[in-house]
């Protein structure tokens, strides 16, 4: 997991096509966009607009990605979002192979971030994340999700 603010991605250490993804998406004004998948490049690299209220981190799962990065905005409001190394994942249902993830119950040595407009965080594949939990009050977040195939960052 990595995480910066978006005005200075490269202070963040982000592998150069990480940084290009997140500049392509910010381009288009994500806060202004409706909910919804808008293209970058394909299949290679999309962005899921999404607005939604914070939920108790005990009403939620978990999820992992195989196939794509998360690379996750921040646009208004905060959220706090659960995390784990690559591995910690436990009690998974079945992988949804088609949209790239699997749901689980609980994370091993599980860290917490809080994510506030202007933040990113990045999820790599195999790393349990369940973002969109309460922080103290219910809070209306806008956010933008940047799906990158691990093949356009591996080479």
Request: include cysteine; charged fraction near 20%.
């Amino acid at each position: 997991m990595i995480y910066g603010d978006i005005h200075q991605p490269e202070a963040a250490g982000l592998p150069v096509g990480l940084q290009n993804a997140l500049r392509q998406a910010l381009a288009l004004a994500p806060e202004q966009l409706s909910p919804g998948r808008h293209e970058l490049a394909g299949e290679a690299c999309f962005m899921n607009v999404m607005l939604y209220s914070t939920q108790l981190p005990d009403t939620k799962k978990a999820e992992l990605h195989r196939q794509y990065v998360d690379v996750q905005i921040v646009l208004s409001g905060e959220e706090l979002i659960y995390y784990g190394a690559a591995g910690s994942a436990r009690n998974c249902d079945q992988w949804h192979d088609e949209e790239d993830y699997q749901l689980c119950e609980h994370i091993d040595n599980q860290q917490t971030l809080i994510l506030r407009a202007g933040m990113f965080a990045v999820f790599l594949p195999g790393e349990p994340h369940k973002p969109g939990c309460i922080t103290g009050l219910e809070s209306e977040v806008k956010k933008a999700v940047i799906k990158v195939h691990r093949a356009e960052i591996t080479g």
